[in-house]
């Protein structure tokens, strides 16, 4: 139907070690004018291989806006995880690089949208990210575990990060209150690619995208969702 968002599937991201994340399934919005004021397409989103869809030059542009504050969110961050396991790593250059730059590689899918979703956001990645370097946005940082959302309160505070919401909920309750409120909802290494299109469905707004942050088996995730993305609203991957 006319406004339902369209699946679109990026895989390794180019000039990146795949540190992280190393895929990108987005249920993008109709074509639209990007930052550079060429009519969105698959020729203009798309590099070399197939299902490639992440303008560095444009990301690099965008995390100067927050790196002043994104490094201090680190340090935040590694003071939190003694209190709470919010993230694997304790060095904070392997954090920023396997982290923070690996979730700022999304920032110029989601230029634009007024509001977005990190679901089931742990430390904050990417939510705080986004919200650092897209201060026009929304964030609402998600998470079911209390002792996570308490040290989410507590770092966005401490970094005068105004755009940002945290709320203690399962997705399934945020539904209940927030139906279909978010421009863009976006995962990290949450759950299998099919679970999080599950999740995020009801939260995406009309015309709105899904972005779920996969690692390497994103391809066989996307297989088996199969066909059966419009039973959650979506039009298949191109």
């Given amino acids: 139907p006319d406004g339902s968002p369209t699946a679109k599937g990026f895989g390794p991201r180019e000039n990146t070690k795949p540190v992280g994340t190393v895929g990108t399934i987005l249920a993008q919005k109709p ?21 490639v869809a992440v303008n560095l030059e444009e990301a690099r542009g965008l995390l100067k806006v927050g790196e002043e504050l994104l490094r201090e969110y680190v340090r935040l961050l590694l003071e939190e995880n003694a209190r709470a396991r919010l993230v694997g790593p304790t060095d904070p ?21 007024p509001t977005l979703l990190d679901l089931g956001s742990g430390g904050g990645l990417p939510g705080m990210v986004w919200a650092a370097c897209l201060p026009q946005s929304s964030v609402v940082l998600c998470d079911s575990i209390r002792k996570k959302t308490l040290a989410l309160e507590r ?8 755009n940002v919401r945290v709320v203690p909920a399962r997705s399934e309750e945020l539904a209940l209150r927030e139906r279909g409120s978010f421009a ?31 690692g390497p088996a994103w391809r066989e995730e996307a297989a088996e969702v199969g066909s059966r993305w419009h039973l959650l609203g979506f039009r298949p991957p191109e």
Avoid at 187 to 199: D, W
């Fill in 31 to 51: 074509p639209r004018e990007n930052a550079g004021g060429k009519r969105w397409s698959k020729e203009n989103a798309m590099k070399e291989e197939p299902y």
């Fill in 93 to 113: 250059d392997v954090i920023w690089r396997s982290h923070v730059l690996d979730c700022a590689a999304t920032l110029p899918l989601l230029r634009g949208a």
């Fill in 155 to 162: 770092m966005a505070q401490a970094l005068g990060l105004a």
């Fill in 184 to 214: 863009g909802v976006g995962t990290r290494a949450v759950a299998a690619l099919g679970v999080v299109a599950e999740y995020a469905a009801p939260l995406v707004a009309r015309g709105g995208f899904a972005l779920a942050m996969k």
